[in-house]
């Protein structure tokens, strides 16, 4: 299901710990920029004996942004929950009560086949408790996912049990730290992870089964300052983009600006992404070059291309 804005909307989701009391200022003031999306983390992020006291602490939070946004005018993001367990999602929405409206959804770790219908029924549930639509986006990161010997069942299996509510799975995501983290890698400033051929498989074999029915973000990038930060984020979004990614998970805010220019749309992509949606179908040829006469466009075979330029040049502009 990418045939939607909502879908390609996600742009930079910049991560943050749920028991960040700070995050609030930081909305609110507009510190963090503008054109990204936030994921207040409940996982990773938060030692396990602190859990209770991050939930408090992440509602209380929302509950202030909520308010303000009802009395001032700010950026405000789509926000995301990256949730511990399946009925802490229903826990949440409880105790969101009515600032569950600046919600868009929730974060699933370590999607796998233990825990997949746990969360597609909670999600179910939850939605039909929701006045707006509550995303999830499941993260591939499981080392399950390594297993050569059973990963394309493994894909299938959870591909066929996410159709069940494929218009409400707003991104698949990918933990590429977490797979290097497996294997013990750990890439520098100037190397791209699409150059590590054992995690490049994996997500080469998530693009194959889910590419065509689902937007799937690029992993994080932990370089945010440094000499060459920038330029080797610059490589992987282009190794991103070439492999079928769109978006990016964000650490830092430095890095939301970065992003957001590097998936903006070619003027002559643009161009010719509206032409090809725009063809005289009567015509006797489906085949010609394009305005500039610099490569061919065909009506047949680049028809997908085209549509999804077009959601990109809505949600990050053309350059």
């Known amino acids: 299901m990418k045939n939607a804005p909502q879908y390609y909307n996600v742009g930079p989701l910049l991560y943050c710990p749920a028991n960040r009391e700070t995050i609030v200022s ?8 503008e054109k990204f999306s936030l994921a207040l ?67 699933i770790p370590k999607f796998c086949m233990e825990n997949a219908d746990s969360y597609i029924q909670t999600m179910i549930k939850a939605n039909e408790c929701s006045q707006k639509p509550l995303y999830m986006m499941p993260i591939f990161e499981s080392a399950s996912m390594t297993d050569l010997r059973n990963r394309y069942d493994l ?38 992870i699409h150059k590590i051929r054992p995690i490049s498989n994996i997500f080469s074999d998530i693009i194959t089964v889910y590419g065509m029915d689902y937007v799937i973000s690029g992993p994080v990038w932990e370089y945010y300052s440094g000499s060459s930060w920038k330029t080797g984020l610059l490589q992987e979004i282009s190794d991103d983009r070439l492999c079928g990614f769109i978006g990016k998970t964000v650490i830092h805010p430095n890095q939301i600006a970065v992003i957001n220019d590097a998936y903006r749309v070619p003027q002559k992509d643009y161009a010719d992404a509206r032409r090809i949606l725009n063809w005289d179908t009567s015509s006797d040829s489906f085949v010609s070059a394009n305005i500039d006469r610099e490569r061919m466009d065909e009506y047949k075979t680049h028809g997908n291309w085209a549509k999804q330029v077009l959601w990109m040049a809505d949600a990050y502009g053309i350059v």
């Open 26 to 33: 930081s909305i609110t003031r507009q510190k963090l920029g």
């Open 41 to 107: 983390c409940l996982e990773d992020t938060i030692n396990d004996s602190c859990v209770e006291k991050a939930e408090q602490c992440l509602v209380s939070s929302i509950r202030q942004i909520n308010q303000a946004a009802s009395c001032s005018s700010f950026y405000l993001p789509k926000i995301f929950i990256r949730v511990r367990y399946p009925e802490q999602i229903l826990k949440l929405l409880d105790l969101f009560s009515d600032s569950v409206r600046i919600i868009s959804g929730f974060i």
């Open 155 to 192: 894909l299938y299996a959870l591909k066929d049990k996410l159709g069940k509510i494929e218009q409400l799975v707003l991104n698949i995501r990918v933990g590429g730290n977490d797979f290097c983290h497996l294997f013990g890698f750990r890439r520098h400033a100037d190397e791209s």
